[in-house]
């Protein structure tokens, strides 16, 4: 939760320093969606396959031909196999469950040139963020799901999801060309969830490759 709150502080902070120093008032699109899918690499192709991946983002022009990106993907993992995680007590095989979330800030510089008597436009991005992997949570399996009364007395209820989340910070680098607001675009991430966890191996794996369509608007 802290580094959650940690992205969400530089992201306002970065946009603040954004709109100041807005140069070009020329009209552009505020809002990126991106579908696709995302290729594990390496070691993380024994944990899950192709998977689904859908982004969000929204845009602020900083110069001429720089764009600062703020937002997030979601990737739902097409399960493989498990892989083991270090509980306090014990040791557990676990598999991916739910969703896995990056939230980021990502950095754009554009190069615009003409195809076939069309504009399109070239932009190489360069993402920072953290990112979130969910599996099934083993160490706590019952499911606690339901009312309950809270500090107050109030009856609440509680949902239990049985899901824990490995975290990390990750960077990613990428290409993408557009032309009439469609795009498509390649992204490499790199993900190191074992430089922050003791709790996985450290051929955990921490790469993959999203093939992205985009439409801006």
Known sequence: MRTIINIILIFICINANAQEFVKDTTKYERYKFETGIMIPLGNLQSKIDVSQQYGFWYRTRIEHN?????????VVPTIKNSFVYRGKDSVFNVKPKGISVMVAFRMNKLYGFTIFQKSATIEWSSTFGASFFSFEDKENPENESGYY????????YRIDTNTKALSCLYAAQGVSITSNRIGIQVIYNFTP????????DNDFGKSSLSLQFSYKF
């Not at 720089?66 to 979601?74: E, S, V, Y």
């Not at 009364?149 to 609440?156: I, R």
């Open 66 to 74: 720089d764009l600062l990106d703020l937002g997030f993907n979601i």
């Open 149 to 156: 009364n809270d500090e107050n007395g109030n009856l609440t």
């Open 193 to 200: 969830y074992n430089w922050f966890s003791k709790r996985i």
